[in-house]
């Protein structure tokens, strides 16, 4: 189904583990580090239609924020040898991403790539990369979910769910 023919209340249930879609005070209350992250629809289509546009490939970029809080998507090249099933960041572009990130008092929050496959489950891979604290966004076609690393993780052993709050004005 095409983005466009989803109404905001279904595509928000879609990307929320089947959770019921963010009441005002939910998104007002203050959330638990990591079961929640706040982001701008537009980044979601974004990420949505780079995903769309490259279907054999794994996308990838940067998440930037604060406190479970993306304010700013970073695309970046996926320079795995096989991107059809890996991403790779160069070493390069994420010094550079670090230091643009601090210079605006934002850090890197987490990242999002896809999965050609059509899952939006992080893989044993994505666990061996995964650093503590980090946000992942898996995104699949018409489907994107999010993730939280820590050690309490339950797929792969890294990762719990974590729910996607569609905010504007964050
Ligand atoms: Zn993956």
């Given at each position: ?24 005070n ?28 490259r279907?054999?490939?794994e ?6 924020g604060?406190?479970g ?5 970073m695309?970046?090249?996926n320079?795995a ?12 572009g ?7 990130a ?36 898996i995104?699949?076609f018409?489907?994107?979910?999010g ?22 004005s964050?």
């Open positions: 189904m095409a983005l466009r023919f989803i109404t905001p209340l279904g595509f928000l249930q879609m990307i929320c583990h089947g959770n019921n879609m963010a009441s005002s939910r998104i007002q209350s203050p959330d638990k580090k990591g079961e929640t992250l706040f982001i701008n629809p537009n980044f979601v289509k974004k990420i949505l239609s780079e995903t769309r546009a279907p054999m490939l996308i990838c970029g940067l998440l930037l604060s406190s809080h993306v304010t700013e998507i695309p970046m090249p320079i040898p096989n991107p059809r099933r890996f991403f790779e960041m160069e070493t390069a994420l010094i550079t991403a670090h230091r643009e601090r210079r605006r008092h934002l850090s890197v929050i987490g990242h999002y790539h896809s999965h050609p496959s059509g899952s939006c489950l992080p893989s044993a891979t994505d666990a061996a990369l995964a650093h503590y604290g980090q946000y992942w966004l995104a699949a018409n489907k994107i979910e993730w939280y690393a820590c050690k309490s993780g339950r797929i792969e052993g890294v990762f719990l769910p974590c729910e996607l709050i569609l905010h504007k964050v």
